[in-house]
């Protein structure tokens, strides 16, 4: 069965820096001057995002399909 995550944000390590939106394949992370944003319908549990953020500010949390 397939997985589907979460990604959580770490807020106190994000500086906002808009690399995790740049990589997602499905724009389901979205970045502004004031706040990060996460979109759960588009999201596809591929984890890119948590692998390319600089400071490890997200994590991803398994919601659905662990097996
Ligand atoms: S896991 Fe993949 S699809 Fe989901 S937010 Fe991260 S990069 Fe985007
Ligand atoms: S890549 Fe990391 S530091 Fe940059 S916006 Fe995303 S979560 Fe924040």
């Avoid at 500086?15 to 995790?20: A, I, N, R």
């Avoid at 600089?54 to 097996?67: I, N, S």
Wanted: net charge neutral; with cysteine.
């Amino acid at each position: 069965m397939t997985e589907k995550i979460r990604i959580i944000v770490n807020e106190d390590k994000c500086y906002l820096c808009g690399g995790c939106a740049g990589v997602c394949p499905s724009l389901a992370i979205k970045v502004s001057s004031s706040k990060w944003e996460f979109f759960q319908d588009k999201c596809i549990s591929c984890r890119i995002c948590v692998t390319a953020c600089p400071v490890g500010a997200l994590e991803a949390e398994v919601v659905e399909g662990k097996t």
